[in-house]
């Protein structure tokens, strides 16, 4: 190492060019600490890609960009750690991006159901002009849209009873996330809609508040909801995303090289994450099986009904101002199915 010092430091006392010394120029990174919270446990699909991305960026930056995961909302709920990222308060948070929509109303359009027929799509969408349109609507809000992760397709769980079919949710008090599209469709298929925060989820269910929540597979296990609830029923209904956020205020003080390596390493946690995600979802509901929960298959006329029922919700998120971004992730995703 020293010898190549010395062979560097001679080359540039001989030649003193500018172009000689752009040959030696070190990458811009300064030793920060990433503060990079989020809201599942640390053996989760979220915590294992957390710690893709903050290895992954380490090794790009020569151990000078440290991330530092933050597990079980230990920072805060995802609302909260969005006002931390706004306020500059903490650096980086990966979220639903249905808790969005307090920022960016448009969020709200990847919540209505039975929009995404398979991942395949989700990814074009998402990673797509779409996908990436909407991401920078937040930039004026004061975050920065950095990639799309995959929280899942969504799946019923409950105490009360199996849900086969709409009229089997009559009454069952039903966490969703703080999103009125959450709220409306589950209210217009005759649940009780409880609006409450993730990292309140398992008490609720616990101390039985609620009867019930809806999440992917990959939450249930590794949320232990199966300890808690009994019922499983797999509708499918929302194809959900995640969205990994910086702080803007933080953002703009980073050099043009520490964004490119940030950007670069969400990249390659984007694509691990989807992998190991989905190989997660396979196994998981036979674990769930194993751990004593009773499984529902939900017939497709029964899907087609639900559908039917959720009008009103995808109606009421038009007439809100959520016309023009229902058309065009219509558009968007029809440009996919072709
Ligand atoms: C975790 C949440 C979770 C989401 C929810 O912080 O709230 O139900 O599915 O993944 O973002």
Known sequence: MKKLINALAVALAFTGTAG????????DYKPRIIRFGYGLAEDSNQGRAVKHFADDLSKRTGGKLKARGFASASLGSDTQMQNALIGGAQEMTVVSTATLVGIVKDFGVYDLPFLFANEKEADAVLDGPFGQKLAAKL???????LVYWENGFRNLTNTKRPVAKLEDL???KLRVMQNPVYIDMFNSFGANAVPLPF???????????????????????SSKFYEVQKYLSLTKHVYSPWIVLASKKWWDGLSADEKKAIQEAAVSSRDFERKDSREAAV????????KGMQVTVVSDAELARMREKAKPA???????????????????IAVVRK
Do not use: C, M, Y
């Open 20 to 27: 000689a010394f752009h040959a030696v120029h070190a990458a």
């Open 139 to 145: 930039q004026d809000k004061g975050l920065v849209g």
């Open 283 to 290: 196994k998981a509901v036979d674990f769930l099986k194993e």
């Open 170 to 172: 009559q009454g069952i």
């Open 314 to 332: 995808f109606d009421k998120f038009a007439a809100d101002g959520g016309a023009e971004v229902i058309k065009d992730l219509q558009a968007a």
């Open 199 to 221: 990292s309140e989820l398992f008490t609720a269910l616990e101390t039985k508040t609620v009867d019930g929540q809806e999440n992917p597979v990959n939450t249930i296990q």
